[in-house]
């Protein structure tokens, strides 16, 4: 199995230091329009094999990646994704898919593997291959395969922006017909493209996001987050939530 990469390039291609990935979400918009301007193989290499790094459930790593370059693919994927222009623009477009059978296949390698690193007893392997099985055959495999891969498909567009690349994640196309002009199989889950390239262009304004106390509970659904205390601000006092609590909700 692959290693980690330790021979990635080190700075961007203008020899300017690696964005950090608190900046990379700070500063990340949707790519409108792409300029012609090619990735190079050793970032694209290095965007490819952080993203193989990425978390999944046992990990079974149940993603496959699609790597389009040839203009030609790319004008045939863009007609499959309701003629959004990005497409054929953008040097690389990555067709991400989650695959919901074969990666059984797999189990057994990848355990095996694990406890020759140290992670888990080879003795082992067997009965928590069997018992991988048994739990996720308890869920939907198309839901956790989406899961899966999208972690593994963010992962590499956030990369690709530290690398000093722009990006946009596409979740608008026909899904048969993508099927039917990448040969992928029927077992596959198509769960996004990931379009990378230069932006041309004015960059979007940055639209603004929800208010974490929105977002965000404290314990449990409905009670809000009232976050860290900052000098000289109470804590928001919620005499409901209080009310509730003592009436045993």
Request: glycine residues 8%; charged residues 30%.
């Amino acid at each position: 199995m692959d290693e980690p990469p330790a021979d990635f390039p080190a700075t961007r291609p203008d020899g300017s230091p690696l964005k950090p990935i608190t900046q990379v979400l700070l500063d990340r918009r949707a790519t409108v329009s792409f300029a012609s301007d090619e990735v190079p193989a050793e970032v694209l290499e290095a965007i490819l094999r952080f993203g193989a790094q990425a978390p999944s459930g046992y990990n079974l790593q149940p993603w496959r990646f699609i790597v389009v370059r040839d203009r030609a693919n790319r004008a045939r994927l863009q007609r499959v994704a309701f003629n959004q222009a990005k497409i054929g623009e953008a040097p690389v477009v990555i067709i991400a898919l989650g695959l919901k059978g074969s990666w059984r296949k797999d189990a057994e390698r990848i355990f095996r593997e694990g406890a020759r690193r140290g992670a888990g007893r080879l003795d082992e392997v067997e009965r928590k291959v069997a018992q991988a099985i048994q739990d996720l055959e308890q869920t939907r495999t198309d839901v956790w395969v989406t899961r899966q891969t999208a972690i593994a498909l963010t992962t590499m567009m956030l990369v690709a922006e530290a690398y000093g690349f722009d990006t946009v994640l596409l979740e608008g196309f026909d899904v048969e017909g993508v099927r039917r002009e990448f040969d992928i199989p029927e077992e596959a889950e198509i769960v996004g493209l990931l379009a990378i390239g230069r932006m041309k262009g004015e960059e979007k304004p940055y639209p603004g996001r929800l208010p974490l106390r929105e977002i965000v509970f404290e314990e449990r659904y409905g009670r809000p987050w009232v976050g860290a205390k900052r000098e000289g601000e109470p804590r928001i006092k919620d005499d409901s939530l209080k009310r509730s609590a003592n009436e045993g909700d």
